[in-house]
């Protein structure tokens, strides 16, 4: 079974770059697109980004000055960087893998984070 | 951008009792659509992908119809587990395979 387990820091400052850590584990990272998804509280899901284990990348336009998406296939990982952070990127975010045919068959139990000061 | 609409917001059932929640999309999706289910404090579920194909494990209580631009996913008796927020969302066109805002089953 597939699993996936968001990691990184719950609280980032303004102005900072949130940083997180997708672990893949029960299956490979390979030959599959993985997704970014951020939901605000009470709100719903926002598309962040696709990055495939080539390290090929799809960005939600809204956010691609700010987002770096990268895979270490060695690690079975993949990791969001996301810059200049303000209070509306307060928000739990979620990884998950494409099925070949892109529904999201996996995802992680996502991670809040709070952008404070 | 395909807009996905969904409706009602909020759907207020009994145990027991059937559930038809609708989605509707801006533009044909064909039959690229899946639900999901997301309780509180749990990343989402895939529930149906192919319009009506139950994902692994799903209950066959659980089934979806639809195609072109107006999909339904219907609960045949609501189980206490069942309470949850529902999202669909179209692949059709990907990126970015938009979400509808989701649909909130209570009691």
């Known amino acids: 079974q597939v699993q996936l387990h968001e990691s990184g820091p719950g609280l980032v400052k303004p102005s900072e770059t949130l940083s997180l850590t997708c672990t893949v584990s029960g299956g490979s990272i390979s030959s599959y697109y993985w997704r970014w998804i951020r939901q605000p509280p009470g709100k719903g899901l926002e598309w962040i980004g696709d990055i495939y284990n080539s390290g090929s990348t799809n960005y939600n336009p809204s956010l691609k000055s700010r987002v770096t998406l990268s895979v270490d296939t060695s690690k079975n990982q993949f990791s969001l960087k996301l810059s200049s952070v303000t209070a509306a990127d307060t928000a739990v975010y979620y990884c998950?893998?494409?099925?070949?045919?892109?529904?999201?068959?996996?995802w992680g139990q996502g991670t809040l984070v709070t952008v404070s000061s | 951008e395909i807009v996905m609409t969904q409706s009602p917001a909020t759907l207020s059932v009994s145990p027991g009792e059937r559930a038809t929640l609708s989605c509707r999309a801006s533009?044909?999706?064909?039959?690229?659509l899946a639900w999901y289910q997301q309780k509180p404090g749990q990343g989402p579920r895939l529930l149906i992908y192919?319009?009506?194909t139950r994902a692994t494990g799903i209950p066959a209580r659980f089934s979806g119809s639809g195609s072109g631009t107006e999909f339904t996913l219907t609960i045949s008796s609501l189980q206490s587990e069942d309470f949850a927020v529902y999202y669909c969302?179209?692949?059709?066109?990907?990126?970015?395979?938009?979400f509808g805002l989701g649909t909130k089953v209570e009691i």
């Open positions: 998950a893998r494409h099925s070949n045919d892109y529904y999201l068959d996996y």
């Open positions: 533009q044909s999706v064909s039959r690229n």
């Open positions: 969302q179209q692949y059709n066109y990907w990126p970015p395979g938009t």
């Open positions: 192919g319009a009506s």
